[in-house]
């Protein structure tokens, strides 16, 4: 099992608690950008640089992982076709993206995308806060317990 992150809109406080995860559980960690992020040296932590596009990350994260991975994100996209590998999902704010709940995600994101279209605005996601990453640490420890035994 291997964690995969979609970095170029991670946080960088979900990144740090992912360096000190792989760490900690030996977990290799994989993040995939566009731009070049510097990541601490370890043996568990890989940055791989694709080219510039729309969804070329995406992309090549759904290319390599394998089933029972994990994948970081906040890209309901990404997170369906991660969970239609047999992989898993988890948000940066602690929201596991499921088969039970990954198809309503994916049609409140279309709604949304139609208002915006239409001139409407939606508003954006509010700011990360302490309680949200406190949120993705705790369910990567939960994640991690289960499938690191």
């Not at 993040?31 to 640089?49: C, D, E, G, M, W």
């Not at 704010?93 to 001139?119: C, H, P, V, W």
Request: net charge neutral; hydrophobic share 40%.
């Amino acid at each position: 099992m291997q964690i995969w992150v979609d970095a170029d809109a991670c946080p960088k406080a979900i990144k740090d608690i992912l360096y000190r995860a792989a760490e900690r559980t030996q977990t290799s960690v994989t993040l995939v950008a566009n731009q070049y992020l510097q990541t601490p040296p370890s043996r568990y932590i890989k940055f791989l640089q694709v080219q510039s596009g729309y969804d070329i990350a995406d992309n090549e994260i759904v290319k390599r992982l394998s089933a029972g991975d994990l994948v970081i994100t906040g890209d309901i996209p990404l997170a369906n076709d991660t969970i239609d590998k047999g992989a898993h999902a988890l948000n940066p704010r602690g929201e596991r993206y499921t088969k039970e709940n990954i198809k309503q995600r994916l049609n409140m994101r279309d709604f949304m995308d139609t208002l915006r279209a239409s001139g409407i605005d939606t508003g954006g996601l509010a700011a990360m806060s302490q309680r949200d990453v406190q949120a993705f640490a705790n369910q990567l420890d939960s994640f991690l317990a289960q499938h690191n035994q």
